[in-house]
């Protein structure tokens, strides 16, 4: 258990249209990163929040977007869904910079999202 | 640039000692990182090492780190068959900052 939680567990989209994921973190973790598992790949880095404000990217198009609330809880956007968003979507929260070890960023367990 | 490596498959007999490795590009990189993960389930961090350490040692878990040669790797003893999942070699600069994961090496255990 890493405190993290996500939700949906599971979700089914078509083509064009948009969804929201959710993130939950622990108290007092400032920080909030979203990855892309796609099958058979590694996690890629979408983008990450700190005290609500986005705190780099990776590569991928503006229709990805996210919030960070003042809860310790954030979501992850996707607008314009395509086949190719299929994936496994995780979380991962920790403290902030300069306040924790390397074991102090904690992944949720996911969201497995199927476009059709 | 950011690139981490790792072959795609290994199999082991039960009992044997498991050895899988990583190389990565970026050297500006001080947590290096083996994550585990099962299917279907979520990511579970087994363990990492800092860059200016050589070795670490936990319990059954053995991590070797080449810094000149930014090689990394993971020997797992005793493989049991509840080693079975996808081994994730990763990168970071800093505790918080983006991680860099490799495709990820499928370990499986054959009796």
């Known amino acids: 258990e890493t405190g993290v939680t996500q939700s949906p567990t599971h979700l089914i989209k078509t083509r064009g249209q948009q969804v929201t994921l959710r993130c939950s973190s622990q108290?007092?973790?400032?920080?909030v990163s979203w990855y892309q598992q796609a099958l058979g790949q590694g996690p890629q880095f979408i983008f990450q929040?700190?005290?609500?404000?986005?705190?780099g990217r990776g590569n991928f198009p503006p229709r990805f977007s996210g919030l960070q609330f003042p809860n310790y809880s954030s979501e992850l956007n996707v607008n314009a869904l395509e086949l190719d968003d299929s994936a496994l979507y995780l979380c991962a929260s920790s403290p902030g910079f300069g306040q924790g070890a390397a074991d102090t960023q904690y992944f949720g367990p996911g969201t497995r999202l199927t476009v059709l | 640039g950011e690139d981490v490596e790792q072959s795609l498959f290994l199999s082991v007999r039960e009992g044997d000692s498991s050895v899988i490795n990583c190389t990565y590009t970026d050297s500006s990189s001080t947590y290096l990182y083996w994550y585990k993960q099962e299917p279907g389930a979520g990511l579970q961090l087994l363990t990492y090492?800092?860059?200016?350490?050589d070795m670490k040692q936990d319990q059954r878990l053995t991590v070797l780190l080449n810094k000149k040669d930014k090689h990394l790797s993971l020997r797992i003893a005793d493989t049991q068959t509840g080693d079975s999942a996808i081994y994730f070699c990763a990168e970071s600069y800093s505790s918080a900052s983006k991680i860099i994961f490799g495709s990820g090496t499928r370990l499986s255990i054959r009796p």
């Open positions: 090492i800092f860059s200016n350490m």
């Open positions: 108290s007092g973790h400032n920080t």
């Open positions: 929040y700190y005290r609500e404000e986005e705190n």
